[in-house]
């Protein structure tokens, strides 16, 4: 197969034009998410704690997937993608994917898989069956 990671904003805008040419889209959502907030996960312990008990964010969206933002995003290209291209495949690939919230956003907006740290796919795999339960509820 043949495909991208969408790991840009400018990237996940344009992803009605790549889904033409790509079988897959797997979003590299460490890079997505530093590309969206402007600032680095290696820079973010000086004032990540002041914004998460100012509750300017909710929480660490490196462990998390930013729903509001990123996931946003994410879903919009998720959007196009299709548009263009019915039979893509999609996925992640980073952290945030063995995150049970995160997970449970990635079933949500359609996709196909999550991949992560492998001391990670326990919680993944549990939070991807709890997402398929609820969806049929």
Known sequence: MVGTMI???RAALLSGQIAEAAE???FGTNDL?????????????GFLP?????????????QSIDQAGVGELVHL?????????KHLEIGICGEQGGDPASVA???RVGM?????SPF?????????????????K
């Open 112 to 116: 196909d898989y999550v991949s992560c």
């Open 33 to 45: 998410t530093q590309m969206t907030f402007g600032f680095s996960r290696d820079d973010i312990g």
């Open 105 to 107: 956003f990635c079933h």
């Open 7 to 9: 790991e840009i904003p």
């Open 24 to 26: 897959f889209f797997s």
């Open 120 to 136: 990670r796919v326990p919680i993944a795999r549990l939070a991807a069956a709890q997402a398929a339960i609820a969806k049929k």
């Open 77 to 85: 290209s998720i959007e196009r993608g299709r548009k263009s291209n």
């Open 50 to 62: 002041e914004y998460v008990s100012g509750k300017i964010l909710a929480g660490d969206p490196f």
